[in-house]
């Protein structure tokens, strides 16, 4: 598998200038990250599989991140383990994925 050096240098400045570690210790923490984006990507199709969704999903904040806001009171539609790569040890964390029916697009005032 071919990687894209430069988003992997990217993202080992954005980890050294936001976390303060050692070059070397962000430059690895970037490629756990860039490596464990294949394997997460796999077990999220899996879930989702699983659990028969067909809608686009995402995780809270990855609504929040587009400009939408789950709506109040809504269950997450299904969840898998998944690698944090950039904090360097390859902890498994469990994300809650919510349907695009279950979201609104945040009101601007």
Sequence with gaps: MKYNLSLIMKKAWKIFRK?????????HRSWLSV?????????IERA???????EEVNTWSGWKALGYEVVHGCKALFGAE???????????????????????EVAIA
């Design 19 to 27: 976390v303060q570690v050692t070059f070397a210790e962000a430059l």
């Design 35 to 43: 490596k464990a984006e294949e394997i997460n990507q796999k077990r």
């Design 48 to 54: 989702r599989s699983a659990a028969g969704v067909t």
């Design 82 to 104: 998944l690698i944090w790569g950039s904090k360097g040890d390859g902890v498994i964390y469990k994300a809650r994925f919510f349907g695009r029916s279950q979201v609104q």
